[in-house]
């Protein structure tokens, strides 16, 4: 989230009461000045407002004109958390105006901070192409011709060639090339609606991204490569996909009916089933208890040495061993092994045992005569795509053998698009919570008998009997971590390397005080910012807080945390700040992966934590790593809080002092550079 200046908005004087704008008047706007939504004033006042998303729903009724939107959030000045939790409510909106008492606007907020994302260019890849044509900031984007000029050289480096073209040139390329990237999300909407829907321009194989959107995780460059040279190895992949498209008549009744479902109880469309939907979903399964007992399943996780997997459980209808559920069926003696790895559905999100996908495959595979077993290795921890990448690395595979993933983007990988699966079976959205993928005992049914077909198709083109074990690969941490943010850092020349783990919701003087205490014992200083987005402020502003913050010293290397220091995955009590029975071996398989996978790489001999006087949580973590680092030698050094007018420093009372809009004893608890961040020039 980023505050923008009036001056740098596109705002519109209208007389009369306008409440119409013709397509024609919305095009020459656009096109000199290119931005999300258009502001319109009467008399010095805020009257109305049209969004990108106005456009192209106007465009698609034909009337030639837009409604200005009168009904509009908006917040007043210095309302900094009450417009993040308007964002993060309302998926929808990308911009809230900021007006003072006289409904006189003096700025928004948007959705988008592209200047932040300029602390993590380095270290990505890129989505595989070899020609992209990239759009120079205009005007009104000019601060960001920096971040403009450094991806450029980034993508140039990666063997890209780059042509640089301004926003009036764009006509020329559509429909002859396959990206047209922008460096500010604001302006590629704009242009984008511009040409879709007031131009009506087909854009054929041309897609429209932020520079942002450009930028693929390695882990995703490393998946496919690994999945590649699984393949030339024998190993079969099958990509489960849930390909859909808007103007499809099913597809529209579909989302309608889930909308209408969550609307008839007053719920926004979200992935929880509630009560009243229960008789309809379990249907001939359904009794109270039944379902009670399927919806309250508690899909707990720990990971071990960096992969993440369902937590040992027994239950009348759900068991996991070893980190994997239990298949129904399965043979003791096989020639080959389905491996099916994924999130919700995969794993049987609400289903019981005997009702799972791999369940209901594996009593297939019986009944037709295959010495096959079927394996669920399923778990809500790879909704992360670094965490399903490991997994599939801890397999014990053999050619001849099957994977089964959730799609991802995939080359040249097998695909069974389960959408058009309900299309033909024309499934009703009382068998799912808001998506396909939520669903019921009915659709596990179709998607395994759809799993079926193509697992016969595979294995009547491979030997009978079963094949040789593969060799497992190197270290994923490594290779996924380490290498992506150290390989040109080489710690064994330092004397005393230490490290501070810190979230910085937001960046304070106390974290300062902090990492000058901790510079006094070490003569280099890693902070780990945590890559959760589980806090009020996003990862990418906490970083580019803490990364401004300490700016001006040296020896401190800035770096998040990744998927396996104190993540969601790995120490979720943290982010939720509950104490439950499962918190202290969560605690000790976190700071034990720390200890024996991460900090022998980097030399590190000193963690550095601050005092905590109140968080009961972050108590027994401190605590069990005074316990269990010592040993593998790393000194723990907890350092006193830093107090302002007798006060401890921290991160929520900031907090509180920014819905109290007290502006004068912010200035005594953060920096100017988190100030800035907060405020970007409204300070």
């Known amino acids: 989230m980023i505050y923008v200046k009036r001056d740098s908005l596109t705002i519109i004087e209208i007389q009369n009461g306008i409440n119409?704008?013709?397509?024609h008047t919305l095009k020459e706007i656009i096109l000199n000045s290119p931005s999300n939504v258009i502001y319109f004033e009467e008399r010095g006042e805020l009257y109305g407002i049209i969004s990108m998303g106005d456009i192209a729903r106007a465009c698609e009724s034909g009337t030639g004109h837009v409604a200005l939107n009168r009904h509009f959030t908006r917040v007043s000045d210095k309302e900094y958390l009450k417009a993040k939790d308007i964002f993060r409510i309302n998926q929808n909106i990308n911009a809230i105006p900021v007006v003072n008492d006289d409904n006189f606007l003096i700025g928004n907020y948007l959705r988008w901070d592209d200047l932040l994302y300029k602390t993590n260019i380095n270290g990505e890849d890129i989505d595989g192409c070899r020609y992209v044509i990239f759009v120079r900031p205009g005007k009104r984007f000019a601060e960001k011709q920096g971040i403009f000029e450094q991806f450029k050289s980034y993508m140039e480096s990666k063997g890209i060639t780059v042509s640089c073209i301004d926003c009036e040139e764009i006509g020329n390329y559509i429909g002859s090339v396959d990206r047209i990237l922008f460096v500010d999300t604001d302006e590629c909407r704009a242009v984008y609606t511009l040409y879709q829907n007031i131009l009506n321009k087909d854009l054929g194989k041309t897609q429209f991204h932020s520079f942002k959107r450009f930028i693929k995780d390695c882990c995703c460059e490393k998946k496919e490569e690994y999945l590649r040279d699984l393949e030339k190895n024998g190993i079969h992949i099958i990509a489960l996909d849930f390909d859909s498209d808007e103007d499809d008549k099913y597809d529209k009744r579909l989302t309608e009916e889930i909308r209408d479902k969550y609307d008839a109880v007053g719920k926004k469309v979200n992935g929880a089933l509630e009560l009243s939907m229960y008789p309809e979903f379990f249907d001939d399964l359904y009794s109270e208890e039944y379902a009670n007992e399927i919806v309250n399943?508690?899909?707990?996780?720990?990971?071990?040495?960096?992969?993440?997997?369902?937590?040992?459980?027994?239950?009348?209808?759900?068991?996991?061993s070893n980190g994997e559920r239990y298949t129904y069926g399965q043979p003791k003696d096989y020639e080959k092994t389905i491996w099916f790895i994924g999130a919700c559905y995969i794993y049987g999100h609400y289903a019981e045992d005997k009702n799972t996908i791999e369940s209901l495959l594996q009593k297939r595979m019986n009944e037709k005569g295959y010495n096959i077993r079927v394996v669920n290795c399923g778990s809500p921890a790879y909704c992360r795509d670094t965490l399903l990448y490991a997994r599939i690395r801890t397999l014990p595979l053999r050619r001849g053998d099957i994977i089964v993933l959730p799609n991802d983007n995939f080359h040249n990988i097998k695909k069974i698009n389960l959408m058009n699966l309900c299309k033909k079976h024309h499934v009703s959205a009382k068998w799912m919570a808001d998506?396909?993928?939520h669903c019921n005992h009915h659709l596990n049914l179709l998607y395994a008998a759809a799993v079926y077909d193509e697992v016969e198709r595979l294995l009547a083109e491979t030997e009978r009997g079963q094949g040789e074990p593969l060799e497992k690969k190197g270290d994923f941490i490594r290779e996924l971590y380490i290498d992506k943010y150290f390989k040109d850092l080489d710690f064994t020349k330092r004397q005393k390397t230490g490290c501070i783990v810190m979230n910085c919701n937001p960046f304070t003087y106390g974290h300062r005080y902090l990492i000058e205490q901790a510079l006094d014992i070490v003569d280099c200083l890693l902070i780990f910012v945590v890559e959760e987005d589980k806090s009020v402020f996003s990862f990418e502003e906490r970083f580019a807080m803490v990364s401004d913050g300490v700016r001006d010293l040296v020896n401190v290397v800035v770096i998040p945390?990744?998927?396996?220091?104190?993540?969601?995955?790995?120490?979720?009590?943290?982010?939720?700040?509950?104490?439950?029975?499962?918190?202290?071996?969560?605690?000790?398989?976190?700071?034990?992966?720390?200890?024996?996978?991460?900090?022998p790489y980097l030399n590190i001999q000193y963690r550095f934590v601050g005092e905590e006087p109140d968080d009961m949580v972050t108590n027994e973590y401190n605590a069990a790593m005074k316990r269990i680092l010592p040993p593998k030698g790393i000194?723990?050094?907890?350092?006193?809080?830093?107090?302002?007018?007798?006060c401890h420093i921290s991160a929520s009372l900031v907090r509180k002092y920014l819905e109290k809009k007290d502006t004068d004893r912010l200035h005594e608890l953060i920096p100017e550079t988190t100030l800035k961040i907060l405020f970007s020039g409204n300070s």
């Open 561 to 599: 945390s990744g998927p396996f220091i104190l993540a969601q995955t790995t120490f979720p009590e943290y982010f939720l700040k509950i104490m439950d029975g499962e918190i202290v071996q969560n605690v000790e398989n976190d700071i034990t992966l720390f200890a024996e996978r991460i900090a």
């Open 635 to 646: 000194k723990v050094v907890e350092i006193p809080r830093k107090k302002q007018n007798g």
């Open 297 to 320: 399943i508690r899909y707990s996780i720990e990971t071990k040495s960096g992969c993440g997997k369902l937590k040992d459980m027994q239950s009348a209808l759900y068991h996991v």
């Open 20 to 23: 119409h704008i013709s397509l």
């Open 435 to 437: 998506h396909p993928a």
